[in-house]
T-cell receptor, first 115, second 109 residues
Framework: EPEVTQTPSHQVTQMGQEVILRCVPI?????FYWYRQILGQKVEFLVS????????KSEIFDDQFSVERPDGSNFTLKIRSTKLEDSAMYFC?????????????FGDGTRLSIL | GENVEQHPSTLSVQEGDSAVIKCTYS??????FPWYKQELGKRPQLIID?????GEKKDQRIAVTLNKTAKHFSLHITETQPEDSAVYFC????????FGAGTILRVKS
């Protein structure tokens, strides 16, 4: 069964540094998402992406965050200047159609630790 | 925006018993309701979903019921097993997934 893959599985970064999290969505999916989960809390939406542009973003997704689909397979989340409170699990997800009525499939996540 | 409330926050059952988790949502335009299971340190995994044109859907030991009038939907797990122990999240998508707070299910053997 095709899966969403994410790299790295764990990223440790100094506060203030830039970090890029990578995702390869399922190949025939057209909608891509980033979510984050702070330890012990629920999964929170960050951003959705379709047709090479952001379709929706949450208030968490401020100017420090950006997303990109640099080629036909990768989907990246960049945090420009990391803060301690960015420490969380970051999940990428993808769906065939719009997430309002199509299943979203999640990757295994990247655990981001900011020191 | 969409608001999803999930109850209970924790649920302990004896192996073999049934477990029921309930969610309510606020946006009457929502028409697709997935349930995710998340084991410790792992990804949320879609286990069952329902669309608003049906009231119930079953897949082996798990079922989901939907009451659109009351705006709530429930996850039912029968004959629970220790491997059902996990955190379960409901969601009410509006393009993005709006998750409930999660239910920690513990199945005691």
């Amino acid at each position: 069964e095709p899966e969403v893959t994410q790299t790295p599985s764990h990223q440790v970064t100094q506060m203030g540094q830039e970090v890029i999290l990578r995702c390869v969505p399922i190949s025939n999916h057209l909608y891509f998402y980033w979510y984050r989960q702070i330890l012990g809390q629920k999964v929170e939406f960050l951003v959705s992406f379709y047709n090479n542009e952001i379709s929706e973003k949450s208030e968490i997704f401020d100017d420090q965050f950006s997303v990109e689909r640099p080629d036909g397979s990768n989907f990246t989340l960049k945090i420009r200047s990391t803060k301690l409170e960015d420490s969380a699990m970051y999940f990428c997800a993808s769906s065939v159609g719009q997430g309002s009525n199509q299943p979203q499939h999640f990757g295994d996540g990247t655990r981001l630790s900011i020191l | 925006g969409e608001n999803v409330e999930q109850h209970p926050s924790t649920l302990s059952v004896q192996e073999g018993d049934s477990a029921v988790i309930k969610c309510t949502y606020s946006d009457s335009a929502s028409n697709y309701f997935p349930w995710y299971k998340q084991e410790l340190g792992k990804r949320p995994q879609l286990i069952i979903d329902i669309r608003s044109n049906v009231g119930e859907k079953k897949d082996q030991r798990i079922a989901v019921t939907l009451n659109k009038t009351a705006k709530h939907f429930s996850l039912h797990i029968t004959e629970t097993q220790p491997e059902d122990s996990a955190v379960y999240f409901c969601a009410a998508p509006r393009n993005k997934l709006v998750f409930g707070a999660g239910t920690i299910l513990r199945v005691k053997s």
